[in-house]
């Protein structure tokens, strides 16, 4: 009997290691605020622990401020972030090359089936490959555009060159931090080769791209610091943006639009890389590759990435759950729109890079 009693106990332990083996999967993320909404993160978190059995919880910091935070959120266990949001320019960046130094790992489309559906331009794009190999997926993307208030204006304006107009001198604001996008700016305004924007030698062979942009720095009314908030564009004319604060400028009463310039955009792609870490875990892998799927979705490309963020969807098929007029407005109805207009920001050498935060830093102290 006392034997029987001691298997019984054994027994009944047994018994219990399944449940104990169903660890939750704990998947931790360092993104852009707004990126991961909260009841995005619950629906996620139901769907997958019904699909799997096991419970699912997704961590969300959006701590980020700047492009290094993203770097040390996955090279450093201690921190153990799963997934980053970094943008296209930095993937293979040399102060970072996630790919390179193997910080990331790459991806089977064939686990994340809505891959398919994404813009032909994104599809496999330089910045995301090596070796034949893909390494993340895009989720949002856009320009660093010029916004006009439309109660100043009768039409649109067309053209880049209107922050140098005289007229709206003081009467518009910009980025103070990212430097090299205000450089990209002013090289589009001036009609310079898409090649020649990180190449700080040609950019300055002569005096005039350095006028321009102390210039442009000159005649902007304030700036802004990493994200633009609707105070910051409230009541001026005219923003250069990443397009966010628009709908709550609209709560405000002010209804401001981006402008098509005739000179295009230079533009950014954000993206969902997953870090070395998860292969140590293949449940945990397996939740990334549902998370990459989740985010490039139609349902929350168009939830999210447009009428949260006023962002460009990545996927095609989202055109089908927006009005006509967000698609003209995101241009999903013309599948050239990307390739035709956006020109994506380079990658730099350190050298480039810092020649132009030199020019800028000259140009905001005069």
Not at 89 to 115: A, C, G, H, M, Q
Not at 128 to 145: D, Q, W
Not at 253 to 277: C, L
Not at 332 to 360: A, C, H, Q, T
Request: some cysteine; charged content about 30%; overall charge neutral.
């Amino acid at each position: 009997m006392k034997h029987l009693k001691k298997f019984i106990v054994i027994l009944g332990i047994i018994l219990m290691l399944p449940c104990i083996s169903f660890a939750e999967g704990v998947l931790k993320l360092l993104v852009w605020d707004g990126y991961v909404p909260g009841e995005k993160v619950k629906q996620f978190e139901e769907d997958m622990s019904k699909k799997y059995g096991k419970s699912v919880h997704l961590e969300v910091s959006t701590r980020v401020s700047d492009p290094q935070d993203f770097f040390d959120a996955i090279r450093t266990e201690e921190k153990g972030y799963h997934i980053i949001s970094p943008s296209h320019n930095l993937i293979k960046d040399e102060r970072f090359n996630y790919i390179e130094k193997k910080l990331i790992i790459d991806i089977d489309p064939n686990n994340i089936p809505n891959y398919k559906d994404i813009l032909p331009a994104l599809s496999k794009a330089d910045y995301m490959t090596e070796g034949g190999k893909i390494y993340g997926v895009p989720f949002a993307h856009g320009p660093y555009g010029i916004a006009y208030n439309t109660k100043y204006f009768d039409k649109a304006p067309d053209s880049l060159n209107i922050l140098w107009d005289e007229k709206y001198k003081g009467r518009f604001c910009l980025s103070s931090d990212y430097y090299e996008a205000n450089a990209f700016l002013t090289a589009m305004a001036m009609g310079k080769k898409k090649e020649d924007f990180a190449d700080y030698d040609k950019l300055t062979a002569t005096d005039d791209f350095s006028i321009k942009l102390h210039q442009l720095a000159h005649n902007a009314k304030s700036f802004w610091i990493g994200v633009d908030k609707p105070e910051d564009l409230q009541g001026l004319s005219l923003a250069a943006t990443w397009g966010f604060s628009l709908g709550d400028l609209a709560k405000k009463g002010e209804t401001w639009k981006m402008m098509e310039p005739k000179e295009g955009y230079s533009g950014w792609v954000d993206n969902f890389v997953i870090a070395r870490n998860v292969e140590k875990d293949p449940f945990l892998k397996k939740i990334a590759e549902e998370w990459l799927n989740f985010v490039i979705s139609p349902e929350y490309q168009a939830e999210v990435v447009v009428r949260g963020l006023g962002s460009d969807p990545v996927n095609i098929q989202t055109a089908k759950l927006l009005t006509k007029e967000e698609n003209d407005k995101h241009h999903l109805n013309d599948p050239e729109y990307f390739s035709k207009n956006r020109i994506l920001w380079p990658v730099m050498s350190k050298r480039n890079r810092n020649g132009l935060k030199v020019l800028w830093q000259n140009a905001m102290k005069k």
